[in-house]
């Protein structure tokens, strides 16, 4: 039987991104990476070449010979190594699965003191390193994910397909929670191609479809 992702080049973001606030401090979210890791190991067992930028997680991480780990603390060291990674490479297919922070805080050296009864903090809009990535590698196909919480399938989609057309993403991965009840969809730019309530099913879908899509 054919495989068609065999050989393939494939970059993976994963796992959570800081921003510091000083020097001891940092805005995070509860991301763990576990989705970027089964997309990983996934790409790997369908004999791609997968080059997987992995965030600050506190899981184990088990990989293939067929992963290159690459990893990453902070915002901006997300964002080298994704500008440096597309100018020297191209990919076939990028799945930018981070949980990227949105907003960029002004850092302070040091350590801000914890004498103060109020600390207020003004943070900046982040760039969208999902439209960096389109910039830079626009023959690759692009899946970008969005996450929401505790709100309806329906809005889910709707956020989710609206971003996609913004970054001009081939496939949008939409999650969402509802009372730590995990769902996800596999959105083209007219239906929804597959629907699961697991991460290791979303993983297996997506590379199915991807398996179709890129030939």
Same mark, same amino acid.
């Given at each position: 039987?054919?495989? !068609?992702?065999?050989? $393939?080049?494939?970059?993976?973001?994963?796992? !959570?991104?800081?921003?510091?606030?000083?020097?001891?401090?940092?805005?995070?979210?509860?991301?763990?990476?576990?989705?970027? +890791?089964?997309?990983?190991?996934?790409?790997?067992?369908?004999?791609?070449k997968v080059d997987l930028f992995l965030g600050p997680v506190s899981r184990p991480v088990l990989l293939d010979k067929n992963i290159k780990l690459t990893r990453f603390t902070y915002f901006n060291d997300l964002l080298g190594l994704v500008v440096a990674a597309l100018k020297t490479k191209k990919?076939?297919?990028?799945?930018?699965?981070?949980?990227?922070?949105?907003?960029?805080?002004?850092?302070?050296?040091?350590?801000?003191?914890?004498?103060?009864?109020?600390?207020?903090?003004?943070?900046?809009?982040? !760039? $969208?390193?999902?439209?960096?990535?389109?910039?830079l590698n626009p023959d690759a196909f692009l899946v970008m994910f969005k996450l929401e919480a505790n709100v309806s399938d329906a809005v889910l989609l709707k956020r989710a397909l609206e971003a996609m057309k913004r970054s001009g993403a081939d496939l949008v991965i939409a999650n969402g929670f509802v009372n730590n009840k995990y769902r996800g969809f596999i959105l083209g730019s007219?239906?929804?191609?597959?629907?699961?309530?697991?991460? !290791?099913?979303?993983?297996?879908? +997506?590379?199915?479809? +991807?398996? $179709?899509?890129?030939?």
């Open positions: 039987m054919s495989n !068609p992702l065999k050989g $393939k080049k494939i970059l993976i973001t994963a796992g !959570p991104t800081w921003v510091p606030i000083d020097d001891v401090r940092v805005i995070s979210n509860v991301s763990s990476g576990e989705l970027g +890791l089964l997309l990983a190991k996934t790409a790997a067992s369908c004999r791609a990919y076939d297919i990028i799945l930018h699965c981070a949980a990227v922070s949105d907003y960029l805080a002004k850092e302070v050296r040091g350590k801000i003191s914890s004498e103060q009864n109020q600390l207020v903090l003004r943070l900046a809009r982040a !760039p $969208k390193i999902v439209d960096i990535i389109r910039d007219n239906d929804i191609l597959a629907k699961t309530v697991s991460k !290791p099913l979303l993983a297996k879908k +997506l590379f199915k479809i +991807l398996g $179709k899509k890129i030939n």
